[in-house]
């Protein structure tokens, strides 16, 4: 079955480090894959998503590039805000049947001023 | 304009009594889908609905079911709640039929505590 393999958190940093969260995954096909934040007590938010293979989605300063070759979707971040601290859900949508989502654990983001 | 708005926001019911959840999608919305977070995990998918028709069944018991409405409304149903039914429970909207690349918009969930 599909599978998404997130980095164990939690992720502590200073204000204006370099983030990076990685996310490995198990599909067959082309699934689209997906970033979601979740701010305390909130529902989950979508970060950023890519679609096909090399795609690169970006919003608020997120990146994440679409790599085929290594399964993989990783979350990053040039200089973090203390606003960002939240907790971070890959998640893929298999490209067939009923296209039903599968998340990862998620990975806690803590930024210190 | 209004996002996915699910109600009751938190409740707490006894096992063994039966719980309804209540969602209304973003307007225009067709597609509603409902998840269980259990505390520290990911999103797990329970139902997904469009057009009124389950499209999709996430590994729950009978115990849960669902339906959508005329309005595109959606109501999740578990009885015989048990301890492990504790979770928060999300509602999610998309536009258009199930498809691989829809983004779809979460509410803020209802917090189920089962004691």
């Known amino acids: 079955g599909n599978s998404v393999t997130q980095m164990e958190g939690p992720v502590t940093l200073s204000e204006e480090a370099f983030l990076t969260i990685n996310c490995t995954y198990t599909?067959?096909?082309?699934?689209?894959l997906f970033w979601y934040v979740q701010y305390p007590g909130e529902g989950l938010q979508l970060l950023l998503k890519?679609?096909?293979?090399?795609d690169k989605g970006s919003n608020k300063g997120f990146e994440a590039t679409y790599r085929k070759e290594t399964t993989s979707f990783h979350l990053e971040k040039g200089s973090v805000q203390v606003s960002d601290s939240a907790v971070y859900f890959c998640?893929?949508?298999?490209?067939?049947?009923?296209?039903?989502?599968?998340f990862g654990r998620g990975t806690s983001l803590i930024v210190h001023p | 304009d209004a996002g996915v708005t699910q109600s009751p926001t938190h409740l707490i019911k006894t096992r063994g009594q039966q719980v309804t959840l209540r969602c209304s999608p973003i307007?225009?919305?067709?597609?509603v889908s409902w998840y269980q977070q259990v505390l520290g995990q990911g999103p797990q998918f329970i139902f997904q609905?469009?057009?009124?028709?389950?499209?999709g069944r996430g590994n729950f018991p009978d115990r849960f079911s669902a339906r959508q409405f005329p309005n595109y409304s959606s109501e999740l149903n578990v009885n015989a709640l048990l301890l492990g039914d504790s979770a928060l429970y999300l509602c999610?909207?998309?536009?258009?039929?199930?498809?691989?690349?829809?983004?779809?918009?979460f509410g803020e969930g209802s917090w189920l505590t089962v004691v």
């Open positions: 998640a893929l949508s298999p490209s067939g049947g009923s296209y039903i989502p599968t």
């Open positions: 599909a067959t096909g082309y699934p689209s």
């Open positions: 609905y469009y057009e009124k028709e389950e499209r």
């Open positions: 307007s225009g919305h067709k597609s």
């Open positions: 999610a909207s998309s536009l258009d039929r199930p498809n691989s690349g829809n983004t779809i918009y």
């Open positions: 890519a679609t096909k293979a090399d």
